[in-house]
């Protein structure tokens, strides 16, 4: 899989059963992009700390889970409608050390309306930029 399928939209109901599914969707699309089985274990571990910060942080509604290949990375972008919640300063610190990890890149950043998060992971032999992160 390579940059020009465009992404792939996957939405779960904010249930902790759900993170395997979400797991299981990344791994598969960073097994088409030829990932390294290290930078696959990555994204999934990723992907559950992604879904597990929404289901805490949101309020009550679908996660959205947006996959997308490119020939440089892969990235994933998850979000929730947040309403009155915020992100919880424990939730967040470990949220943001998990991810600063296993991620080349990351971002986390919260509105009064929605949670959104987004990791890249460079492909093989593409150069890496230190992560960085957002609240």
């Given at each position: 899989?390579?940059?020009?399928?465009?992404?792939?939209?996957?939405?779960?109901?904010?249930?902790?059963?759900?993170?395997r599914?979400?797991?299981?969707?990344a791994?598969?699309?960073?097994?088409?992009?030829?990932?390294?089985?290290?930078?696959?274990?990555?994204?999934?571990?990723?992907?559950?700390?992604?879904?597990?910060?929404?289901?805490?942080?949101?309020?009550?509604?679908?996660?959205?889970?947006?996959?997308?290949?490119?020939?440089?990375?892969?990235?994933?972008?998850?979000?929730?409608?947040?309403?009155?919640?915020?992100l919880?300063?424990?939730?967040?610190?470990?949220?943001?050390?998990?991810?600063?990890?296993?991620?080349?890149?990351?971002?986390?950043?919260?509105?009064?309306?929605?949670?959104?998060?987004?990791?890249?992971?460079?492909?093989?032999?593409?150069?890496?930029?230190?992560?960085?992160?957002?609240?």
């Open positions: 899989m390579s940059g020009g399928e465009g992404p792939v939209t996957l939405i779960l109901p904010p249930a902790a059963s759900m993170v599914v979400g797991r299981l969707t791994s598969s699309i960073a097994s088409l992009a030829d990932m390294s089985i290290d930078d696959i274990d990555d994204v999934k571990i990723a992907v559950s700390e992604m879904i597990t910060l929404l289901i805490q942080s949101g309020n009550r509604t679908a996660i959205t889970l947006r996959f997308e290949t490119t020939d440089e990375s892969f990235s994933v972008e998850a979000s929730t409608p947040s309403g009155a919640t915020s919880g300063r424990n939730d967040l610190a470990l949220a943001t050390a998990v991810l600063e990890a296993v991620a080349d890149e990351h971002q986390i950043a919260s509105t009064d309306e929605r949670v959104l998060l987004r990791i890249v992971k460079r492909l093989a032999g593409q150069t890496s930029t230190p992560a960085a992160a957002t609240a």
